[in-house]
């Protein structure tokens, strides 16, 4: 046991000191450049390493088969990029002649704004903001031009439509890629206020007039409440997702007067306690420089000290990757308590029960109807 907990400390060493101080790379011994790849894909922060290297000049001075890995993971990014962006042109182009305004999230919303985020950063789809009464017709607009409903069970789709803060994803028929469009950031049932008026108020525009992204403030905090309530069981925390948060916090730190808005920002939305633990474990892990006041201000988001101490060791855990080759049955555990814990903040606990047990009955029987058959053909072709 001793042996697995130091080569799995040893594995995340090398990562998170691979994301502070790019610029030591090149005196790493070759030994250890296979593991460093290996956790770094895990964590999907390839793209990261080879976009601090490049930018330093040093991608030519480490041993060039690590150099390949990060190429291949480069080409990966930039392709995914140009995807993300012609994707966004399409949504734009099916919503035309419409008055929706669309906020783009996350990836794509780092992306088309410029922001240091989408560095080195892998995207997977495209995710909307839009309002709820214009749902429907963005819905049914991106139907008509190319888009289909993916193949979930009719429960699921009344699940989404009732009571999540998003709609069943949309995907396009020949290029295969997803749209997530929310109305809101979390559900309508989660104990934390989730009012998306203030974040259409305050958005931003981008070039194109039907697109806007977060204000700075709301776009720190959706990606915590994403980070701590969109857990996975099986892949835990991400600590990719710590690392856009790190940028961004570096990025608009520049701006007069942040730090003070991002707090208060937080207590109108309900946010302050994933900006708590934010602040704290991006301190902890990159030494992102947060004020001492900011910390000071926050001090009444923090729970109970025991609770505090847990929640410290839990999100470590769950955070950090493991080593590839030594899975560790407390992380399995600390993911899947994070995972729990964000369910019961997302649903009340008689609703979320009635949920659970309706979903494992289903399973139990088999029963895995499903809407919008007439696809299925498209997956065969």
């Known amino acids: 046991m001793p042996k697995l907990a130091n080569a799995t400390q040893r594995a995340q060493k090398l990562l998170l000191e691979a994301l502070k101080s790019p610029e030591n790379l090149p005196a790493l011994p070759p030994a250890d450049w296979e593991l460093l790849l290996r956790v770094a894909r895990r964590a999907r922060l390839l793209g990261r390493l080879e976009s601090d290297l490049s930018r330093?000049?040093?991608l030519g001075d480490i041993p060039?088969?690590?150099?390949?890995?990060?190429?291949?993971?480069?080409?990966?990014i930039e392709h995914r990029k140009t995807l993300v962006s012609w994707e966004v042109?399409?949504?734009?182009?099916?919503?035309?002649?419409t008055q929706v305004s669309l906020i783009l999230l996350k990836g794509a919303g780092y992306l088309l704004a410029g922001l240091p985020p989408a560095r080195g950063r892998i995207f997977a789809d495209v995710d909307l903001l839009v309002p709820e009464d214009q749902i429907r017709e963005v819905e049914d607009r991106l139907i008509g031009r190319g888009w289909f409903k993916t193949q979930i069970d009719p429960y699921d789709d009344r699940y989404y439509r009732v009571w999540m803060h998003e709609i069943p994803p949309l995907r396009h028929q020949e290029r295969g890629t997803e749209i997530d469009i929310h109305h809101r950031l979390l559900p309508r049932t989660s104990h934390l206020k989730s009012d998306p008026a203030p974040l259409f108020a305050a958005a931003l525009p981008l070039a194109e007039p039907r697109l806007r992204v977060l204000a700075p403030t709301d776009m720190v905090l959706h990606a915590l409440v994403h980070l701590f309530l969109?857990?996975?069981p099986d892949e835990g925390l991400r600590l990719r997702d710590l690392?856009?948060?790190h940028d961004l916090l570096c990025h608009f730190a520049q701006q007069p007067g942040f730090w003070a808005s991002l707090v208060a920002r937080a207590h109108e939305l309900g946010f302050e306690r994933p900006l708590f633990y934010g602040l704290q474990h991006a301190q902890r892990l990159f030494a992102t420089p947060v004020p001492v006041e900011t910390l000071q201000n926050l001090a009444s988001a923090a729970p109970?000290?025991?609770i505090r101490k847990l929640m410290e060791g839990l999100i470590n855990r769950a955070l950090l990757p493991g080593h590839p080759d030594h899975p560790s049955r407390s992380t399995s555990l600390a993911r899947w308590l994070i995972y729990v814990r964000a369910h019961w903040l997302r649903m009340p606990p008689i609703l979320l029960t009635r949920h659970l047990w309706f979903k494992a009955w289903l399973r139990f029987r088999g029963v895995r109807k499903r809407v919008d058959l007439a696809q299925l053909d498209l997956k065969q072709q």
């Open 56 to 58: 330093a000049g040093l």
């Open 243 to 245: 690392v856009d948060v």
């Open 89 to 97: 042109n399409r949504i734009v182009w099916a919503l035309k002649g």
């Open 304 to 306: 109970l000290w025991p």
């Open 230 to 232: 969109e857990g996975d």
């Open 64 to 76: 060039p088969r690590a150099a390949n890995h990060l190429k291949a993971a480069r080409n990966v």
